[in-house]
């Protein structure tokens, strides 16, 4: 199975709120790799790494977001085989 690349960009009430931890948690359980992290203008940014199948779930699941986050919008960016980053696979790491 080919392993896909997307980054999203959440803007909301997002940090602060357990978003990233949530997040962690949400993509280990889809056996997506990749990170979340804080954004100095107070969006939070995710890279998933793993199956598009599971990839699209994560991103539903961002659109809403933990309960103690609001979620505003999900911006998607897939990432170009060209592009793509090299994640250590099945882990999703909280920067």
Not at 39 to 55: F, S
């Amino acid at each position: 199975m080919k392993n896909s690349q997307c980054i999203f960009v959440v803007s909301g009430r997002v940090q602060c709120v357990g978003f990233r931890y949530h997040t962690s948690r949400q993509a280990q359980a889809l056996s997506i790799s990749g990170y979340a992290k804080n954004l100095n203008d107070g969006r939070v940014e995710v890279l998933a790494v793993g199956d598009m199948e599971q990839i699209e779930k994560l991103y539903a699941w961002l659109q809403l977001g933990p309960y103690s986050a609001t979620v505003d919008q999900v911006v998607k960016h897939q990432i170009s085989e060209a592009d793509m980053r090299t994640v250590s696979v099945g882990e999703f790491k909280i920067l």
